[in-house]
């Protein structure tokens, strides 16, 4: 009975932190820990199965509301966009998709002036990201935020509200 409350104590921590790491980087991770344990007493098999997953076309670490765009507004600027590739994962998110109050997201954009014409800058430099926009029909002026996640992976918020 000891063995196979350890197995599965073991395969709880295994799974669980695989998901707060894979969370933190903001990458999708499917997370399946297993243990089995046969007693010879009772002949029992034990399996203890954890499944933890975030979607990669909605990285994990952005939680689609003004409250998350809010926060990512002030170092938006200071992105470094010099890594991005053709093969880095490069999201579009428009403003009219994210939930909540866009009221405090306003505020901030408006004090960070200096820091949009840097974003904007930044952006219309990484032929990647100006071409991945102009497929969608916007411009560099059109983003009002960059995210970049731990996995390299960056977000463009793209402001469309009329």
Same mark, same amino acid.
């Given at each position: 009975?000891?063995?196979?409350?350890?197995?599965?104590?073991?395969?709880?921590?295994?799974?669980?932190?695989?998901?707060?790491?894979?969370?933190?980087?903001? =990458?999708?991770? $499917?997370?399946?820990?297993?243990?089995?344990? &046969?007693?010879? !007493?009772? *002949?029992?098999?034990?399996? #203890?199965? %954890?499944?933890?997953?975030?979607?990669?076309?909605?990285?994990?670490?952005?939680?689609?509301?003004?409250?998350?765009?809010?926060?990512?507004?002030?170092?938006?600027a200071?992105?470094?966009?010099?890594?991005?590739?053709?093969?880095?994962? =490069?999201?579009? $998110?428009?403003?009219?998709?994210?939930?909540? &109050?866009?009221? !405090?997201? *306003?505020?901030?954009?408006? #004090?960070? %002036?200096?820091?949009?014409?840097?974003?904007?800058?930044?952006?219309?430099?990484?032929?990647?990201?100006?071409?991945?926009?102009?497929?969608?029909?916007?411009t560099?002026?059109?983003?009002?935020?960059?995210?970049?996640?731990?996995?390299?992976?960056?977000?463009?918020?793209i402001?469309?509200?009329?």
């Amino acid at each position: 009975m000891k063995k196979t409350m350890t197995a599965i104590s073991v395969a709880a921590l295994l799974s669980a932190s695989s998901f707060a790491m894979a969370q933190d980087a903001g =990458v999708g991770v $499917v997370a399946n820990a297993g243990a089995g344990v &046969e007693t010879p !007493a009772v *002949d029992a098999t034990l399996n #203890a199965g %954890a499944d933890a997953s975030a979607s990669t076309d909605a990285p994990a670490s952005m939680d689609n509301s003004y409250d998350g765009l809010t926060s990512a507004v002030s170092g938006s600027a200071s992105v470094d966009l010099a890594g991005i590739s053709e093969e880095s994962q =490069v999201s579009i $998110v428009l403003l009219s998709s994210l939930q909540g &109050e866009a009221t !405090a997201f *306003d505020e901030a954009f408006a #004090a960070n %002036a200096e820091g949009t014409t840097a974003l904007h800058t930044n952006v219309s430099a990484n032929t990647v990201i100006t071409a991945k926009l102009e497929a969608e029909g916007y411009t560099a002026d059109d983003v009002v935020a960059v995210k970049s996640n731990a996995d390299g992976s960056v977000v463009i918020y793209i402001d469309d509200r009329s």
